[in-house]
């Protein structure tokens, strides 16, 4: 694992907390030529009100941006593009048998897998990867898994004022809210255990030791632990029964669902409002401004939403400009190229580099979740309905086991690896007693990929962000190895992938499992380093404020600004974040600059 002294020799030096500017001082930086002057392309649209702050996006961070932006006083509006989720956000989504009970499918944790097969209304449409368009982001369709992040996961990969330290009072609010349980039925009873006893004895015998991952956050090599979830008693819980429930107490707080930001309506760099369009009957189209002067905009509509938002704005680099300002749907009323902000927005692209591992043991007997949807077994459905517990109480496909460990490949820096056990197959296994164990590569990773805009203005991944390093690859190979020697202290375990005779260094170089985790981050990267000077291909999107470059009052607060992945799954992360951001914002005298 790092040691604090390690870390010292791996940081580089980074430059304070940069101002924050005002409308004057924005200065974006501009292509040579432009288009042609247009009217106000904006001026026929309804004017669909005035906010203090604009939140768009309603995930991990959005969520918490708003709820604690809300406690000021401030009109504060979140913006959402999917309808509700949860029952008491309105949802109505679900099989049967929950019809009466005050339930959807969002708040039954064993029902949280049912995405990959039915995400219709759900799923975002316009990207080429899985993402939930919901009332709660990520947060309303995922496994739930909630970890503090270990202190090197800050001290690695964010700049001064981000580190370790910093963060220690923001971990402990969103913790305060949302304290995480690695126990999540109401009886207390642990259920589908079996892989959780078969993969923690194997890993004993090699000297792994057991910790309670949120107790023990930095105990991050060779040790083991019970996932830990967001979930509150029994149901789903998070930021949707928190923070979203205390911000919609308040009577300055707004909320409108069904509803696509467009774009940012911009002079320069200054943000004036925001574009919307209605995406159902109930959903809103026109024109929602800031209040002049002192008003915010911020984005948090993840990896993706943010940054395609950022491009249809004119904001991102040059080529990604171009696409957009020849699209059929935004050509004729995209902001005047003379206007353009080229920042390296779809640029540092991450996610965890997934590799699975497939096993089979005789004690274990999977659970069929898929099943359970529209038929469940009538005594699991009665136990949950009745008491929150049972089987349904928990994560599909019991992923209740995570282990780590840090190896150091040649170039000596290094690599986290966190290991999700999960009582499925991949890899075309499907029998009753496999056990899938997918390793994600985390913190110290240097692949990165790119994420671009198509003339559809759909979203998509085009440069490859898994194991261009061969340093990477060689720490998954380590980690691979690592799980083989204590499978081997065991001889009832049959290892299935890899295949009998190949190697760990063989089965990884010839991989033709899912890669990806969907833990996307990284796409309009944190740093002190003005994207603006880099021509729109290099340096940071958003300075140590999330304040956009060229710009002095739009933010983007959510996955894409991290630097860098980190070792766990990154909700809690995101977060804890969003309350450092919102601390960060709240402290930034008000920006000059007028409306039109």
């Known amino acids: 694992m790092f040691s604090r002294d390690a870390l010292f020799s791996i940081l580089t030096v980074c430059i304070a907390l940069s101002g924050f500017a005002s409308a004057q001082s924005a200065s974006p930086n501009s292509t040579s030529t432009s288009t042609a002057a247009t009217a106000d392309p904006t001026s026929a649209l309804a004017n669909l009100g005035e906010f203090d ?206 509803t696509t930001v467009r774009r940012v309506i911009r002079k320069g760099g200054h943000v004036n409002g925001v574009e919307v369009v209605a995406t159902a009957s109930d959903g809103k189209t026109g024109l929602y401004y800031v209040t002049p002067g002192t008003g915010r905009v911020i984005l948090a509509a993840g990896a993706f939403g943010s940054s395609k938002i950022l491009l249809r704005s004119g904001i991102g680099p040059q080529d990604q400009l171009e696409v957009v300002r020849a699209s059929a749907t935004d050509g004729s009323t995209m902001i005047d190229s003379a206007k353009w902000i080229k920042l390296p927005v779809g640029y540092n692209l991450l996610d965890h580099a997934n590799t699975d591992v497939v096993i089979s043991h005789p004690s274990v007997k999977n659970y069929d979740f898929y099943t359970a949807y529209n038929n469940p077994i009538p005594a699991d459905r009665d136990l949950y309905l009745n008491n929150r517990a049972g089987i349904l109480a928990t994560a599909a496909p019991g992923p209740n086991t995570m282990f780590w460990e840090s190896v150091v490949p040649s170039d000596g820096l290094p690599r986290q690896l966190q290991w999700t056990v999960r009582a499925e197959g991949s890899h075309n296994e499907t029998g009753s007693t496999v056990v899938t164990l997918s390793q994600y590569l985390g913190t110290g990773t240097k692949s990165r990929g790119r994420m671009t805009i198509f003339p559809n203005l759909d979203m998509a991944i085009t440069g490859n962000p898994f194991l261009t390093d061969a340093s990477d690859t060689e720490a998954v190979i380590l980690g691979v190895q690592s799980f083989l020697d204590a499978a081997s202290t065991d001889d009832s375990i049959t290892i299935l992938h890899p295949a009998p005779g190949l190697t760990a260094t063989e089965y990884v170089n010839t991989y033709n499992g899912p890669r990806g985790t969907n833990h996307w981050i990284g796409t309009s990267k944190m740093g002190t380093d003005d994207g603006t000077k880099g021509n729109g291909t290099t340096g940071s999107v958003v300075d140590t404020n999330t304040k956009v470059y060229g710009t002095n009052n739009l933010f983007v607060i959510d996955a894409s600004i991290f630097p860098g992945h980190i070792t766990t799954n990154p909700t809690a992360a995101i977060m804890i974040m969003a309350e450092k951001a919102v601390e960060n914002i709240l402290a930034l005298p008000a920006g000059a600059g007028t409306r039109y």
């Not at 609010?173 to 126990?183: E, G, L, M, Q, Y």
């Not at 956050?217 to 060779?222: F, M």
């Not at 149901?235 to 911000?247: Q, V």
């Open 53 to 258: 702050y604009i939140v768009v996006g309603s995930g991990a961070a959005g969520l918490v941006a708003a709820d604690r932006l809300s406690e000021t006083g401030k009109k504060i509006l979140l913006i959402e593009r999917g309808p509700p989720s949860t029952y008491a956000t309105g949802g109505t989504l679900g099989p049967a048998w929950l019809n009466g009970n005050r339930l959807t499918r969002f708040d039954v944790p064993g029902l949280c897998n049912q995405i990959w097969v039915d995400s219709a209304g759900i799923r975002c449409n316009d990207i080429d990867q899985m993402a939930g368009c919901v009332l709660g982001g990520g947060t309303a369709v995922n496994a739930g898994v909630f970890l503090k992040p270990p202190y090197f996961d800050w001290d690695l990969n964010f700049p001064t004022g981000w580190k370790s330290g910093d963060m220690n009072s923001v971990t402990d609010k969103v913790f305060a809210r949302i304290p995480s349980t690695d126990n999540p039925s109401s009886d207390g009873v642990r259920y589908l255990q079996e892989p959780y006893n078969l993969v923690t004895k194997a890993l004993s015998a090699v000297g792994f030791t057991s910790v309670t991952a949120n107790d023990l956050p930095d105990e991050k090599n060779r040790t083991f632990s019970h996932t830990p979830f967001m979930y509150s008693g029994g149901e789903r819980g998070g930021p949707l029964a928190t923070y979203l429930e205390t911000a919609r107490a308040r009577s300055n707080f707004h909320i409108v669902t069904n």
